[in-house]
């Protein structure tokens, strides 16, 4: 593999009716200094969160 080809990283973040600790989940892993293509799967085990606290992170595809 070439340097300058970075993999792609999955996080995935489980759920349950928890909004502040997924807000702090999600800004958490697209801080990190991984400069390579990062996705952030929610997986939901219960309501589905506010649409607001989705909308506040910059993002190139939802899907729900």
Do not use: K
Request: charged share 25%; aromatic share 6%; proline share 9%.
């Amino acid at each position: 593999m070439s340097n300058d080809i970075r993999p792609s990283v999955s996080v995935v973040i489980p759920t349950m009716d928890r909004p502040d600790l997924l807000r702090r989940a999600i800004r958490s892993a697209l801080i990190q200094e991984y400069q390579g293509p990062l996705e952030v799967v929610v997986v939901y085990d219960g309501v589905a969160p506010d649409p607001r606290l989705v909308d506040e992170f910059d993002r190139n595809t939802w899907t729900s």
